[in-house]
């Protein structure tokens, strides 16, 4: 029969997975992740045999491999250009045209301290790389922050003056570009010296984070081969390591998170450091606004089964108020209601701005008090208004939220 030999070739063809596999060896991160980036985009009929092959790994890298694996495929487009020399912006451009992201460039192209660095030029090449791990080459050579904010799919991209160090793979970006150390002082024993270092990470358009949890430092070597963590016996999240104790981050809607490591007198230098930490992405986010303020500050807003009313607003300074915002839901319950994470905008004169608040359960309510310092330093409003008259708030509560754990690992990050 004239199909049984090309069928008899089809069944013969060789598993993609054993060679991938063999190249997820420790010795190069970037090699590894694209390895592991290949097995989870394979056909599903694959998925037995790369699991069974995962347990022969490193446990960091089998670990990353089995969530890689929980991930979705992404929607972003893989990437390939030739390393001609261009300019950041251009490789930005190039970027959103073959994958898919989607740049927001008003911080690069308003920022004075900056100007020009979005022109500046350098070349790289890329083959048929996850989006991401593209993006991550870009903002390493490019000196760029990105970030992504609750309300767009945009990326907000940022130009820095000083290093940035950015890992990515097929479903995350993590960015390092801030970090401070700090001395413990104890009275029975020798002070202590810690580096606490910043991430924060992108996970594409289709995943918004809104907080962190079980961060975890696997490895943390000192060009010197010292272990730097602060517990190495422990497998607990590395922010509970903090002698203050645990706490929750204090840049809970900036998407990033913290860990401190031991530093040793005479080392300044990471050898490598690999990282996992689950973020809490939200599958839905609900924008409530109550416009047109009166004079008093007072309003409210009935939408689907989400009812705010805006119960006071006192004038503390001429720049300064404090809030009362009450949340009702005809279906979440109010200890529910006040569990999700929730951002709070103010509209004055020159803008919305975030405002912290507290929050607690009030009978089948929950009451946000809201501290509010109107910013002095934007342009001056119309004439004959003034910044501290309240035009507008907005809520953003994500109502919806899934956990999804990343990986990442960084070589000669400083520690000082």
Not at 213 to 224: F, G, I, L, N, T
Request: aromatic share 8%; proline share 5%; glycine share 8%.
């Amino acid at each position: 029969m004239k199909w049984f030999l090309p069928l008899l070739l089809v069944l013969q063809e060789p598993s993609p997975v054993p060679p991938l596999l063999a190249k997820i060896d420790g010795r190069d991160p970037a090699i590894c992740f694209r390895a592991i980036a290949d097995l989870s985009d394979l056909d599903a009929r694959y998925r037995p045999e790369i699991n069974k092959g995962a347990v022969a790994l490193p446990e960091f890298y089998r670990d990353a491999l089995l969530a890689e694996l929980k991930v979705p495929a992404s929607s972003l487009r893989r990437v390939t250009w030739k390393g001609d020399e261009r300019t950041v912006r251009a490789h930005l451009e190039d970027l959103g045209r073959q994958s898919g992201l989607q740049f927001d460039l008003r911080w690069c192209d308003r920022s004075q301290d900056n100007a020009g660095l979005i022109e500046s030029p350098f070349s790289l090449s890329v083959k048929a790389s996850p989006a991401l791990e593209a993006l991550a080459a870009i903002c390493s050579k490019g000196l760029l922050a990105v970030d992504k904010g609750t309300q767009s799919d945009a990326l907000q991209v940022s130009q820095m003056t000083s290093r940035v160090w950015a890992f990515g793979h097929r479903s995350a970006m993590v960015l390092h570009r801030d970090g401070w150390v700090r001395k413990w002082i104890d009275f029975s024993g020798r002070p202590e010296w810690t580096s606490y270092l910043h991430f924060t990470a992108v996970l594409g358009p289709e995943a918004h984070i809104w907080g962190w949890k079980d961060v975890r430092v696997m490895e943390a070597v000192s060009e010197k081969g010292a272990d730097l963590r602060l517990d190495p016996a422990s497998r607990d999240e590395s922010a509970a390591d903090f002698k203050e104790g645990p706490t929750e981050p204090w840049d809970w809607f900036y998407r990033g998170f913290t860990v401190g490591l031991k530093l040793p007198e005479g080392v300044g230098h990471l050898e490598r450091i690999r990282l996992a930490a689950v973020a809490r992405v939200a599958t839905r986010v609900r924008t409530l606004e109550i416009k047109g303020i009166a004079g008093s500050g007072k309003g409210s807003l009935k939408e689907g089964d989400i009812e705010t009313d805006l119960v006071s607003v006192e004038r503390r300074t001429r720049h300064m108020y404090d809030l009362l915002l009450r949340l009702k839901s005809k279906t979440i319950k109010a200890e529910d209601l006040d569990r999700l994470p929730l951002q709070i905008e103010l509209k004055s004169a020159a803008g919305w701005e975030s405002a912290w608040h507290t929050s607690r359960v009030a009978g089948d309510a929950v009451e946000c008090e809201i501290i509010w310092e109107v910013e002095t330093n934007q342009d001056s409003p119309p004439e004959g208004e003034e910044n501290g008259v309240l035009k507008g708030v907005r809520l953003q509560l994500a109502d919806g939220l899934e956990e999804r754990t990343i990986f990442a690992e960084f070589r000669g990050l400083p520690l000082r």
